[in-house]
């Protein structure tokens, strides 16, 4: 079962299309290619006049944007013990061999837990750095799809990023 996005996300996507249409938005593309060779990355939203273009929703293809700025998760988990294996985030977005681009509540209970592990640092002016967890932003649980996630991190709200199956 798949939980139908907000209406509100899909405003904030037209309206990014058209700032990119009027020329008043850059656009990086993550993966034009398909070779991205990060585990996983956010783009914590903030008007930055730069939106990251990602594809995602497995094999429904959806390219959306998030405006802000990109932070690398790199590979390691809050256990410093622990590596980010990126399949593990696809993982609640399939069944078998089937690919359920969004996903039933259960899914997102178990994407909500692997997000909790992964590690989000950050250095403040006075050169305290800090490394935190993210957190599902569970009031956005509508935008959930495979490769586009909505988190919590300490610099506010984002959306984290990976690969998809597709």
């Not at 907000?6 to 656009?27: C, H, K, N, Y």
């Not at 914590?44 to 990251?52: E, F, K, M, Q, W």
């Not at 078998?96 to 994407?111: F, H, S």
């Not at 919590?152 to 998809?164: E, R, S």
């Amino acid at each position: 079962m798949f939980v139908e996005p907000l209406r509100d996300f899909w405003e904030v996507q037209r309206r990014l299309t058209e700032r990119v249409q009027a020329g008043s938005l850059i656009v990086v593309d993550l993966d034009p290619d398909g070779t991205w060779s990060l585990s996983a990355a956010v783009v914590v939203l903030r008007s930055s006049g730069v939106a990251y273009a990602h594809q995602c929703a497995g094999h429904h293809c959806e390219e959306r944007l998030a405006e802000g700025y990109l932070v690398p998760l790199g590979g390691m988990l809050l256990d410093p013990d622990q590596r980010l294996d990126p399949l593990s985030l696809t993982a609640p977005f399939h069944t078998g061999d089937k690919c359920n681009w969004g996903t039933d509540r259960t899914g997102v209970d178990r994407l909500a837990g692997l997000v909790a592990g992964l590690p989000f640092w950050t250095r403040r002016p006075e050169g305290k750095v800090s490394r935190d967890g993210l957190a599902l932003d569970r009031s956005r649980d509508g935008e959930v799809a495979e490769g586009w996630a909505p988190v919590l991190t300490p610099d506010g709200p984002g959306v984290l990023l990976w690969t998809n199956c597709d």
